[in-house]
C-alpha cells in the first residue's frame, strides 16, 4: 500500500510540476522572454515522462509566439511613416508621447519592440489630439444617424406588436473559404469547419442551399458552436474551395425592462449556474475587477441597475480597437483592463466578468453583423429575472439617442441584422480537429488543417457574401 501511495505521490508532485512549468513558461512568454521561454520548452519536450496533454501545452507555447509575430511585424518606423501619412503635421514628440501612454502598441520582445500591424489605425482612436484631427477629416455622422433611426423602428416595432421578436429579416449567405495552390501537397485531404446558423431564440426558418463537396457533416443542433464540417483533396494548380450556401430568418429583440420588477438571479438554478462564475483563463474575479466592481457599482443592489452602470463604465473606458487574435491573448479582458481598449470581444468579456461577479448570469453570443459590408462580431446575453436571457451589445454602447428605451437598446436589445454562430466561447468543434485551433475563443471564420497541421489564417481566405431577400 505505502508503495502504491508513494507511487500517486509522486505522479502527482510531477503532475504539479510540470503544470507550474508550462504556467511559467507562458508567463515568459506574455512578458517578452522568448528565448529563455523557448529553451525551457526544448528541454521539457527532451523528457519522456510527460503526459500528452502537457506536451501540446508546450508545443502550443511555441507555436504562440509565431502567431504573435505576425501580429506584431512592424518596426517604429514603419509605423510612425504609416501615421504622418494620415496627420503629415505630427510631430516626433507627439510620437514618443502617445507611445509612451499606449497608443501606439507593441510588445517588447527579448529587448527589441516590435509594433502591432494595426497601431497606425489604433492611434487615431486612442490618442485625443489624432483622433480630433481624424474625425475633422471625416465629419460625417450618417451612419450613426442611420443606427438610430433603425433602433427607433426596433423600439416602434415593440409599440405596435407587443412581442419582444419583430422586424423579420431574411438573409442569403454564401460562406467561402479557399485554400491557395501549394499550400497543402495535392491530394493530401483538406478538412474544413465552416460557420453555420445557431438553431433558436431570434434566429429560424434555416435552410441549406448548397455545399461544395457536396458531402458535410452538420454539429448536432444542441451545441454552442454551430458549423458544418467539409474535406476534399488539394488540388494541384487552382486554389481548394469549400462553399456553403445558406438562408436563415432573424427578427430584432426588444421588450422595455421595468427595473422593478427585477430580481436577483436564483444561484441554484442548474441551467444558469454554468454562466454565474468563473471560467479561466478569460473570466476570472481576480483583485483587479473586484476593486472596478467596487467602484463602477457603489451601493447598488437592483440586478438590472448593476447591468446599466457596467455597461456604460465598459462602453466608456475600454475604447474600441482592432485587436490581435484571440488566441495568443492569455486572457481577454485582463488585456483590455490594462491597456483600456480592445476590440469587441474583449470588451464583451470585460461586460461578462463584471456581470458574473455581481451575481448576474452572462453567456457569450457571437457570429457577424451581416449587411453589404459584412463584418465579425462579437456580444453576449444576460439573465434578468423574471424577463429571461436578453441581448446585450456593449461594443454599440449607449446611444445618442432622445429617449432612454432608444439610449439603452443595446441593454437588452438586438437588432435583426445578426448571424448567431455561438453562444459559448471556448467550446469544441465537430468533429474535433486533431491539431491546434487558429481561434481557441470564438468561431466565426472557420477553421482549416491537414494531416501536416493546422493552417493558420494568413494560410487561407474567406469571402462572406451576405444578401437581404426579404
Same mark, same amino acid.
Given at each position: ?27 515568459? &512568454? ?17 523528457? +519522456? ?29 514603419? &509605423? ?84 419582444? *421578436? ?16 501549394? /499550400? ?8 474544413? *469547419? ?27 443542433? @444542441? ?78 443592489? @437592483? ?17 474600441? +480597437? ?25 470588451? +464583451?468579456? /470585460?461586460?461578462? /466578468?463584471?456581470?458574473?461577479? @455581481? ?6 453570443? +457571437?457570429? *457577424? &453583423? ?27 454602447? &449607449? ?50 488543417? *491537414? ?20
Amino acid at each position: 500500500m505505502r508503495l502504491i501511495l508513494g507511487g500517486l505521490l509522486s505522479v502527482l508532485l510531477l503532475s504539479q510540476l510540470h503544470a507550474t512549468t508550462t504556467d511559467e513558461i507562458t508567463t515568459l &512568454v506574455d512578458q517578452g522572454h522568448w528565448r529563455q521561454a523557448q529553451q525551457e520548452i526544448a528541454q521539457e519536450l527532451a523528457q +519522456t515522462n510527460l503526459s500528452f496533454s502537457t506536451q501540446e501545452e508546450l508545443r502550443f507555447q511555441a507555436d504562440r509566439m509565431l502567431r504573435i509575430r505576425r501580429d506584431f511585424s512592424q518596426t517604429r518606423d514603419q &509605423v510612425y511613416q504609416k501615421i504622418r501619412a494620415t496627420m503629415p503635421g505630427v510631430t516626433d514628440q507627439q510620437l514618443a508621447q502617445w507611445e509612451q501612454s499606449g497608443a501606439i502598441e507593441f510588445l517588447d520582445i527579448d529587448g527589441t519592440h516590435w509594433y502591432f500591424n494595426k497601431a497606425a489605425d489604433n492611434v487615431f482612436r486612442l490618442a485625443p489630439e489624432a483622433k480630433a484631427f481624424k474625425a475633422a477629416q471625416h465629419p460625417s455622422h450618417a451612419e450613426m444617424d442611420d443606427l438610430l433611426n433603425d433602433v427607433h423602428e426596433y423600439v416602434a416595432g415593440y409599440d405596435q406588436t407587443k412581442s419582444p *421578436w419583430h422586424s423579420p429579416q431574411t438573409w442569403q449567405v454564401t460562406y467561402t473559404l479557399s485554400v491557395p495552390a501549394g /499550400t497543402v501537397p495535392p491530394g493530401e485531404i483538406i478538412r474544413a *469547419w465552416l460557420p453555420w446558423p445557431h438553431s433558436g431564440n431570434r434566429q429560424s426558418n434555416i435552410r441549406l442551399l448548397a455545399t461544395d463537396p457536396p458531402q458535410f457533416l452538420p454539429a448536432p443542433t @444542441n451545441e454552442a458552436l454551430a458549423s458544418v464540417y467539409l474535406e476534399k483533396p488539394a488540388l494541384t494548380n487552382a486554389p481548394t474551395e469549400f462553399k456553403l450556401v445558406f438562408k436563415y430568418t432573424s427578427t430584432a429583440y426588444y421588450q422595455p425592462i421595468d427595473p422593478a420588477i427585477v430580481v436577483p438571479a436564483a444561484t441554484n438554478d442548474p441551467a444558469l449556474t454554468p454562466f454565474m462564475g468563473e471560467e479561466p483563463p478569460h473570466i476570472v474575479f481576480d483583485d483587479a475587477f473586484k476593486t472596478i466592481s467596487t467602484k463602477v457599482i457603489g451601493d447598488e443592489t @437592483n440586478p438590472y441597475r448593476k447591468a446599466q452602470r457596467i455597461f456604460e463604465w465598459v462602453f466608456r473606458n475600454v475604447t474600441w +480597437t482592432t485587436a490581435r487574435e484571440y488566441s495568443t491573448i492569455t486572457c481577454l479582458p485582463e488585456l483590455a483592463l490594462g491597456m483600456h481598449h480592445g476590440d469587441c470581444g474583449m470588451k +464583451t468579456m /470585460t461586460f461578462m /466578468t463584471l456581470c458574473r461577479l @455581481n451575481g448576474i448570469p452572462a453567456r457569450w453570443e +457571437t457570429g *457577424w &453583423v451581416v449587411s453589404d459590408n459584412s463584418d465579425m462580431h462579437d456580444w453576449c446575453a444576460i439573465y434578468l429575472a423574471p424577463y429571461g436571457w436578453v441581448p446585450v451589445d456593449v461594443t454599440r454602447g &449607449v446611444l445618442p439617442a432622445k429617449t432612454e428605451a432608444e439610449k439603452w437598446f443595446y441593454l437588452g436589445g438586438m437588432d435583426p441584422a445578426r448571424l448567431v454562430v455561438n453562444t459559448d466561447f471556448n467550446q469544441p468543434l465537430y468533429p474535433a480537429k486533431t491539431h491546434f485551433r487558429s481561434e481557441i475563443v470564438d468561431f466565426q471564420r472557420g477553421e482549416v488543417e *491537414w494531416r501536416g497541421g493546422n493552417l493558420y489564417f494568413n494560410q487561407w481566405g474567406w469571402n462572406f457574401d451576405a444578401k437581404r431577400i426579404k
